[in-house]
Every structure is written in C-alpha cells, then in structure tokens.
C-alpha cells in the first residue's frame, strides 16, 4: 500500500538519502533527467538539499511516494515566478525506483502534485520528457497534450543526444 505526501523543506532534508537512491537508480537505469554517468551520491545530495531550500523558499512542490516506510517515488512541481505567469507551473522529476515500477506510483504522484498546483492557483503545467522514453508514452495517459519534439536538446547518461517531447495540461 503506497502512501503519496506533498513534503516541507525538513521533511524533504530528512528524505534525502531516500531521495539520492531513486535519483541515482533512475539515471543508472537510463533515464535522461539532467545528469551525466557516471552519478555519485554526492551529486544527488547537494541536488537535493537545492531542492530542498526551493521547497522552503516557496517555489517549490514536492511529493513523494512511500511504499512500507521507504520513499520509492517523487516528483516536483517549479511554480513559476515571472510575474506574467503566475497561473503557470513546470513540472520535473517524475521519478520511480526500479523495484517500485508498475505499481500505479506515477499516476498517484501526478494526481497529488497536480492538486497541489491547484491548490497554490495553477491552472496550466509544461513539461519536458526524454523522446523515445518510457515516460514519453504515460503522459498522455494522465491528461497531458503533446505539443512536439525538440530534437537534439539533451544528452542521453551515457551519452549521445536524444530529443525532447513537450507536454501541457489545463488544470481544473
Ligand atoms: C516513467 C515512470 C515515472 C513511470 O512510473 P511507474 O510508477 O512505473 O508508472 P505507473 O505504474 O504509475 O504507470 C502509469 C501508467 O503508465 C503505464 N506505463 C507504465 N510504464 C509504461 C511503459 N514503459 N510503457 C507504456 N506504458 C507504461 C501504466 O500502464 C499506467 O497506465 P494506466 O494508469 O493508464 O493503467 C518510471 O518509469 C520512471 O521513473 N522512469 C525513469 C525516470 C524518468 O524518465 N522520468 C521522467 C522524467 S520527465
């Protein structure tokens, strides 16, 4: 049984080891979200002590995943501060531990945040996945439009470019 949880700073500084692994797991599984291999754990800890002062700065949503008291799942949502945009979020991070995969964790995060960003007066989210990614397919599958492909925008772990598939949703 999975329980989903929009966390504070201390809650997320707390979580970071949690946090390091599912990183860490996801980029050595193949996942494009930022980082090159090789990835220590150190690089996911000063990651995620950013993160953390983001939660606490306000601009910030973080949820995560707990299956039988470990966290296996996260995502976040950047609220977007130009002063033009305040209706507007981006949301990044949508991460799974391997072993934790299949179990409707995606769906139940992507639920929570996105309330969450109601919540906090969004009404519009953007993001960006991998092309040819696992995650490109589930977008869909939760509501999000595609709007297109930019390709060569990133790199691959191991390397070489791969594309990126832009995403929005209206928010209730
Ligand atoms: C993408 C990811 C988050 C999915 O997590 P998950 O918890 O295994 O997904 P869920 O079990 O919640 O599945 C969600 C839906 O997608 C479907 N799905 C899951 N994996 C899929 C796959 N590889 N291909 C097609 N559909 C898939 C499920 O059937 C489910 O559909 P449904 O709810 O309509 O029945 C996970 O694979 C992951 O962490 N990938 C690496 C990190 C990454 O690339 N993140 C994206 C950053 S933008």
């Avoid at 996801?26 to 995620?48: E, Q, R």
């Avoid at 179990?103 to 945040?113: I, K």
């Avoid at 869909?140 to 990126?164: H, K, L, N, S």
């Amino acid at each position: 049984m999975a329980t989903i949880r929009i966390i504070d700073a201390e809650e997320a500084r707390a979580a970071v080891s949690d946090l390091n692994e599912i990183l860490s797991d996801c980029i050595n599984g193949g996942a494009s979200v930022g980082f090159m291999l090789p990835f220590s754990a150190s690089d996911a800890t000063f990651y995620w002590r950013e993160v953390a002062d983001s939660v606490e700065g306000g601009v910030t949503i973080l949820a995560v995943a707990e299956v039988e008291g470990r966290i296996v799942g996260t995502v976040q949502v950047g609220l977007a501060s130009k002063p033009n945009q305040p209706h507007r979020g981006d949301l990044m991070k949508l991460l799974v531990h391997r072993s934790a995969r299949g179990l409707g964790l995606s769906r139940l995060l992507m639920e929570a945040v996105e309330l969450e960003a109601v919540r906090r007066g969004r009404s519009l989210l953007v993001l960006d996945t991998a092309t040819g990614s696992d995650a490109e397919k589930i977008y869909p599958r939760f509501g999000w439009e595609r709007v297109g492909v930019i390709p060569d925008y990133a790199m691959w772990p191991q390397g070489g470019f791969c594309g990126t598939t832009l995403f929005y949703k209206r928010l209730a």
